[in-house]
């Protein structure tokens, strides 16, 4: 980290934001890219574990990690050593043709780490949502089934296949239909905003009853549901924390009635809740994990693990030209020997408890902060007009968001006004203390009108 260590006070902001440098290259961009979900502010240069330089030599806080992805920081060294070793073995073996150590020794690491003392199996893919997809094919081809579940607010891709579990925006679908038929979408437990307006304290898990209640036994035959998809803390949703009973609740409805159980932990995933996988905050083992994003820390690679039983009984059903690339499982192998040797899960659990009992000490002091929710660095604050109509503030959460970049502070916006704070695991103590409070110095300004 030697160009860390000569950089002095971090954050740095030197120009405005984005600087004209940045402004040349994203106008010039415009041209030649794809509309999709880019911001007009920062073009990276150079990025290392949790700081982040631009092109015009300004010092940005990493608190996004690439959309919680570089978990074990930017450009680890670990991880960068063992990319560069595999270059000199080989880049790409057609992995879904022929097979090779990596592919084994990952696939291995992955059924051991994840939940259930049962047989399980590995497909490799290179993005959430092709674990996702795969996930659809398994569960479909196992079960003879045709039909699922998911949850609104609930994101699993952009893909049609995923895209028809997806249930988080309606820019997502909007011009895009149809797209893959035979999915019911329902309540997922935003106790915040209780979908049915109860008292979360005595619903009695009402919105996982609404699953066997309202949605199997009225209209949707369960014998023809091959799988629930969920994500235990919904990400682009708006980092929503579920209480521990709905996600048992929704396993045993699902054990009821021989649904298969997904568990999409693309985002929520390798230690980001403290624990390797958030679903074992519930005590609940899925049939079927699927896994991106931090897997490689920042190279492609995903996976859908499954139980053996569910495995395709015919080459050929499912298949990929790059999944299980080679530089990606050296990344994943070394990545996961970190996680383990370093006990991120300790860390992150520590300076997640840390976070929210500062931040919820700050949401008693303001009227736009509604709610503070978050397991580990999977941390969401909700941003609201007035605490007593909880009225969304998109326009607030937009112009928090893009006063902490002009601060020094990168920060992603989830679901309709919430800002998630996801700095990668091993982020330095300090530097993450001076994020936070970047953060709570632009919501005070914004309700004392400074900004």
Known sequence: MLWVSTLGEIPKIKTEIPG???????SESKKYLITTTRFDSLVISRA?????????????????????VT?????????VDAIIKQLDRYIHSAPHDFFDDLQYK???????????AFPKKVFFGNSGTEAIEAAIKIAKYSTKRFRFISFIRGFHGRTHGSLALTASKPVHKRGLFYTMPGVVHVPYAYCYRCPFGLDPSNCNFRCAKFIEEQVLDTFLPPDE????????????????????????????IAEKYDILFVDDEIQSGFWRSGKPFAIEHYNVVPDIITVA???????????????????????????????????????????IEYFER?????????????????LNEFKEETEI??????KGLMIGVEIVKNKDSKEYATKIRDKICNEALKRGLILLPAGKSALRIAPPLTIREQIFDKGLEILMSIISDIEKGKI
Not at 231 to 252: A, H, L, T
């Open 20 to 26: 004209p440098k940045a402004k040349k290259i994203i």
């Open 48 to 68: 290392e574990n949790d700081i982040i330089e631009d092109v015009d030599g300004n010092i940005f806080i990493d608190f996004a990690a690439g959309i919680a």
């Open 71 to 79: 978990n074990t920081g930017h450009r680890n060294k670990v991880i």
């Open 106 to 116: 990952v696939a291995k690491k992955l059924t051991e780490i994840t939940p259930g």
């Open 225 to 252: 549901v091959a799988a629930i998809f969920m994500e235990p803390i919904q990400g682009e949703g708006g980092y929503i924390v579920p209480p521990d009973g709905f996600v048992r609740n929704v396993k045993r």
């Open 293 to 335: 994003k931090s897997i490689a820390n920042g190279v492609p690679l995903s996976a859908a693990i499954s139980k053996s039983e569910l495995d395709f009984d015919t080459k050929g059903v499912h298949s990929s030209t790059f999944g299980g690339n080679a530089l990606a499982l050296a990344a994943a192998i070394a990545n």
């Open 342 to 358: 370093e006990k991120i899960g300790e860390r992150v659990t520590k300076l997640g408890k840390q976070a929210l009992s500062i």
């Open 369 to 374: 902060v509604g709610d503070v929710r978050g």
